[in-house]
């Protein structure tokens, strides 16, 4: 998977994810009052305001990245109608030709964690057939109960050409409190937990790099530097681009050389162009096209980073 990832990378010239994180109050009103026209101000109505919005959103920059990023979370709160539109939202990600990592931060133990990657990222058999959950392409995994929870990841990513990405130093302040302490060996847990993705990731290669990739918040840069030292082959997804600070410059030594290695999020940023002030005139009925603009604002201010580093 990690393959088909860096070719649409390469071919979009822009390695970038977009969050597909809705919150009621970033749909514009004009896709509310239609949803709740027709399911009233229900979780029904607000599922269908957010399928609706990504959509919009999906439209206007599916020709310029690769990959999409829903997080669970946002859907899950309204229930089943919120998982039906997570569904759907993958479903029809994929109708438009990008890749989709689900940001669902799983993992438990054995049989449990089993089944979330295979309805994530595998198939369950019911009977004599088999049914593809979620069918997400890529993931991200909670790695804080070891081997035992990432392990049932990496085989149902083998036997389905998927792959994930472990959280390693995440980009809230608060990240610190656990993943800075320092162990008896010197290393602090996060450099701890980057070793342990390298050696998970060679069980799992796929070219250069490996289908087992992980999480590095942009709010840490010199991190960023550290990680891509002690993991030269996993690919690190970043977030915190944008609206939690991150920005080009800070992004450079999460790349290698050849300008792979890293792939970029920003959700709240790209989706919710509209309501900053540099995209206001685009206006919430063309909140869409806000969005394009802010993927291209922020496709060149990595590019440009990247060519005075390199």
Not at 39 to 51: K, Q, R, Y
Not at 68 to 73: D, I, Y
Not at 116 to 144: C, Q, W
Not at 209 to 218: C, I, M, R, T
Request: include cysteine; hydrophobic fraction near 40%.
């Amino acid at each position: 998977m990690i393959e088909k990832l860096i070719a649409a990378i390469e071919a979009k010239r822009a390695p970038i994810v977009v969050g597909l994180d809705p919150m009621l109050k970033y749909i514009p009103q004009q896709l509310l009052e239609d949803s709740y026209g027709r399911f009233g101000e229900t979780p029904d109505g607000a599922a269908d305001a957010f399928l609706s919005f990504n959509k919009g959103i999906v439209d206007a920059v599916c020709d310029l990245v690769p990959a999409v990023k829903p997080q669970s979370a946002m859907y899950e709160q309204l229930g089943t109608a919120g998982e039906k539109a997570y569904a759907e939202t993958i479903a029809y990600a994929h109708s438009r030709g990008l890749i989709v990592i689900g940001d669902i931060k799983r993992a438990d133990i054995g049989s449990t964690s089993e089944a979330y990657a295979v309805g994530h990222l595998g198939d369950v058999m019911i009977g004599s057939r088999s049914f593809k959950g979620f069918d997400e392409d890529m993931a991200t995994v909670n790695p804080y109960l070891g081997t035992d929870g990432v392990k049932p990841f990496i085989d149902v990513c083998n036997k389905n050409d998927r792959g994930i990405f472990v959280l390693v130093k995440t980009s809230n302040p608060s990240s610190g409190e656990f993943q800075d302490q320092k162990l008896a060996n010197g290393r602090t847990l996060y450099e701890e937990v980057g070793l342990k993705v390298n050696e998970w990731g060679n069980g799992s290669m796929s070219g250069a790099y490996s289908n087992v990739g992980a999480v590095v918040g942009a709010t840490y840069p010199e991190v960023g530097r550290r990680m891509r030292e002690l993991m030269p082959k996993t690919y690190i997804l970043v977030p915190g681009y944008g609206a939690q600070g991150g920005k080009g410059a800070d992004l450079v030594h999460f790349f290698n050389k050849d300008g792979l290695g890293a792939i970029v999020n920003s959700s709240r940023g790209i989706i919710a162009a509209y309501q900053k002030p540099e995209y206001a005139s685009f206006g919430a009925e063309n909140y869409a096209d806000a969005s394009r603009a802010a993927v291209i604002d922020m496709r060149d201010d990595i590019a440009q980073a990247l060519s005075e580093e390199h």
